[in-house]
């Protein structure tokens, strides 16, 4: 049958007003949906980006050879990184060797503006509600010179860097240990400094204070054979054990570096106690310490 020309007129504008009410019912369900996930994570706010575990014992070394320096060893839950520096005409320029140099790699846009930024989003951690965290910084030139230039920069960032004043301790979002070319008698002597010293396995039974000498570093082949294939022997086990008894009976925390670095070595340092675990594979170690 055929409809008169105002019927089908009729029937057209219905079916466009069907049309039209079901986009209006799709939009207004999906502004709702969004106004609603907006107040539940309002835009800017830290607890968008995925939640991440910080993992205490996990040390990022040589953190600026990977593709994002800091970032990625943040976004892996590290709380511990490395950084090497030059002195070079007054800038902290991050790099390995000489050979690496590069004028945009500061120690300042690598490192210290993105924890400042981490810190003021996280309530004042770099983690929100997390741990204190470390960076090392290894110092490849003119000690003294390069400690100055450091205290210097650090002191831009007051409430992110612990510090000591006249022998009193303010902990903060970060605690700062230099490595490397270690200015022993420059560092003692400055009143208010944001940066400690590693020691060796030497200086275990050191009476220097924590605040001065916080950690106690020293290369794993150095003092031990095992290279992280089969068990690790009685002996060097129990030798283990007894240095990082002492370290933490002074208040320091340990670190080797150049460790056998795969998933049997971690395990055996993790379940030591070593407080740092040294590893490029930000990934495996990561891994292997949440498990």
Known sequence: MTLPIKSVQSHRSLQFSETAFSNWLY??????TLLGCTELNPVGAAETAPSVVPLKQAHAHNDYLHERPLLDALDH???????????VDGELLVAHSRAELAKSRTLKKLYLDPLSERVKQNGGRVYRGGPVITLLIDFKNEGTATYHALDNLLGEYPDVF???????????????????????????????????????????????????MPMISDRWGSHFK????????????????TIVKQAHAKGRILRFWAIPDNPTSWKALQE??????????LDGLSKTLKE
């Open 27 to 32: 939009c207004a369900a999906a502004m709702i």
């Open 77 to 87: 839950g590290f709380c511990s990184v490395e950084a090497d520096i030059f002195l």
């Open 162 to 212: 612990s510090v000591t004043k006249g022998g009193e301790r303010t902990e903060k979002a970060v605690n700062v240990v230099i490595s490397g070319d270690r200015p022993f008698a420059t560092v003692e002597a400055d009143m208010e400094r944001f940066a400690g010293l590693d020691g060796r396995l030497s200086d275990l039974d050191s009476d220097m204070p924590v605040y001065l």
């Open 226 to 241: 095992w290279q992280g294939k089969g068990e690790m022997t009685t002996e060097e086990k129990q030798k283990l054990d």
């Open 272 to 281: 030591a106690g070593v407080d740092l675990i040294n590893t490029d594979n």
